[in-house]
T-cell receptor, first 114, second 112 residues
């Protein structure tokens, strides 16, 4: 009965590979996000979807592509992984359109690119 | 993007003492939110305070907001070992429905 779940929790891969991270929320929220947390713990938004529509697309390399098959799922696909992609990636959702209300976070995916 | 700033970056206190963390921001906000992140876990929402509010309480947590100084503080009273975590503030900007601007966090350690 986890509210926001993302898989895998750990992802170790070689440079140049393609990988995906999945996220699902069972809260009935309309808005979902992907955040990247770097080694200094700074959180940076990558993408936001509202009811399957892309709302925020920050300056993120084209190698990152979000996919929202329905409003309960927001997956992140990364092509041609680079060393600098190593970070913790968090999925989140919010109950109303936009971020004016609180976010619910998944437990994170620690990506290590070797 | 503009960032919120928190201070101190790290705080270590004895169990039972009070812990105060501060957050400053740069532009007008709709609301300010505090989150906790335990090591290796996701962020958990603690309190949301709106721009027209000055103080909010939740259990042992007290948040204040001073919009004239563009700052907020989070007070944890009677700290416990379980409060050991990183605490982040995030501001919802007035001119954006979708952006939360995050601080770099305060790492709080409660010594038993």
């Amino acid at each position: 009965d986890t509210a926001v779940s993302q898989t895998p929790k750990y992802l170790v891969t070689q440079m140049g590979n393609d990988k995906s991270i999945k996220c699902e929320q069972n809260l009935g929220h309309d808005t979902m996000y992907w955040y990247k947390q770097d080694s200094k713990k700074f959180l940076k938004i990558m993408f936001s979807y509202n009811n399957k529509e892309l709302i925020i697309n920050e300056t993120v390399p084209n190698r990152f592509s979000p996919k929202s098959p329905d409003k309960a799922h927001l997956n992140l696909h990364i092509n041609s992984l680079e060393l600098g992609d190593s970070a913790v990636y968090f999925c989140a959702s919010s109950p109303l359109t936009g971020v004016r209300e609180k976010l619910f976070f998944g437990s994170g995916t620690q990506l290590s690119v070797l | 993007s503009q960032q919120g700033e928190e201070d101190p970056q790290a705080l270590s206190i004895q169990e039972g003492e009070n812990a105060t963390m501060n957050c400053s921001y740069k532009t007008s906000i709709n609301n300010l939110q505090w989150y906790r992140q335990n090591s290796g876990r996701g962020l958990v929402h603690l309190i949301l305070i709106r721009s027209n509010e000055r103080e909010k309480h939740s259990g042992r947590l007290r948040v204040t907001l001073d919009t004239s100084k563009k700052s907020s503080s989070l007070l944890i009273t009677a700290s416990r070992a379980a409060d050991t975590a990183s605490y982040f503030c995030a501001t919802a900007l007035m001119d954006s429905n979708y952006q939360l601007i995050w601080g770099a966090g305060t790492k709080l350690i409660i010594k038993p």
